[in-house]
């Protein structure tokens, strides 16, 4: 595949090998401080009881309703890291604990069964809404926060509330001065209000089924990117010229700086991302 054959020849070797017999495991590996600094970030939000079991599988994510964590298996060996990176966009630090909050946050709502309670569903919305991988967001809504890219709170109620989660996990996110007057602060506040009131509660549900681990995957590695490569997800087209007053300040400020200044500042994130 493209971008392969840069890889020094001991990485390319991992390439042929079906990724069940890697031996991965989430315990020792490269991903599991990410996932203890996690459990910190919920101890210090009061979170007592409440820890997201972890496993490693094909992507990130939580099977429907059940209260586990699935982690992509390339972060759990450094080989895999310079696949991933080289086929396609490998997670930096910040980005493995802002997907670890997300995911965080379906775990707590399906662990603790809170996408039943009708208050919950006056604010997010219906838990039973149709998923759809297609969707089209309201650029900068303020009915949303805003965490992972593409407004990713608006795909759907469930979203919603792990997006709301992560926000207010995430420490330094300061999300009482950022969302203040907003309508999606009523959200925050009742994750605030609902975490605090199950600090010390067990969840309802404790053990939960997993779909996929990496003991199931029996395509090697190589046929794992080579189907990856053939189900890209679609990308949000998105006009963006209504909102740029949003992005940069359109009255002089004291901290104001030239837009073409902050581009040039970013300007190797921005060739990357708009190549990507």
């Known amino acids: 595949m493209p971008g392969f054959e840069t890889l020094d020849p001991?990485?390319?070797?991992?390439?042929?090998?079906?990724i069940r017999?890697?031996?991965?495991?989430l315990e020792g590996s490269p991903v599991e401080p990410f996932v203890r600094q996690l459990y910190r970030?919920?101890?210090?939000?009061?979170?007592?009881?409440?820890r997201p079991s972890c496993y490693l599988t094909d992507e990130w994510g939580c099977p429907d309703q059940q209260p586990v964590l699935g982690i992509p298996f390339y972060l759990a060996d450094p080989k895999l890291w310079k696949i991933e990176r080289a086929a396609d966009d490998l997670e930096d630090s910040?980005?493995?604990?802002?997907?670890?909050?997300?995911?965080?946050?379906?775990?707590?709502?399906?662990?603790?069964?809170?996408?039943?309670?009708?208050d919950w569903s006056a604010l997010f919305g219906p838990f039973d809404r149709p998923y759809r991988d297609k969707y089209r967001p309201v650029p900068f809504s303020r009915r949303f926060v805003r965490h992972i890219e593409g407004w990713y709170a608006q795909k759907h109620p469930d979203e919603d509330f792990a997006e709301t989660f992560a926000v207010w996990l995430t420490p330094g996110s300061?999300?009482?001065?950022?969302?203040?007057?907003?309508?999606?602060?009523?959200?925050?506040?009742?994750?605030?209000?609902?975490?605090r009131s199950l600090a010390n509660e067990d969840p309802v549900i404790t053990v939960g089924e997993v779909d996929v681990t990496v003991d199931d995957m029996r395509l090697t590695v190589a046929e794992f990117y080579q189907r990856g490569e053939k189900a890209r997800a679609e990308r949000i087209d998105l006009s963006m010229d209504a909102h740029l007053p949003e992005i940069f300040l359109t009255r002089k400020r004291r901290e104001a700086r030239p837009a073409a200044v902050i581009v040039a500042k970013y300007k190797p994130e921005l060739i990357d991302k708009i190549t990507y």
Do not use: C, Q, S
């Open 10 to 18: 001991e990485v390319r070797g991992v390439l042929d090998k079906r």
């Open 21 to 25: 017999e890697l031996g991965l495991r």
């Open 41 to 50: 970030e919920l101890d210090r939000r009061g979170l007592k009881k409440f």
């Open 94 to 118: 910040r980005e493995i604990m802002r997907y670890l909050r997300h995911e965080a946050g379906h775990v707590f709502n399906y662990a603790y069964r809170l996408f039943t309670r009708p």
């Open 174 to 195: 300061a999300w009482r001065r950022r969302y203040r007057g907003w309508p999606a602060m009523k959200k925050l506040r009742w994750v605030d209000r609902i975490a």
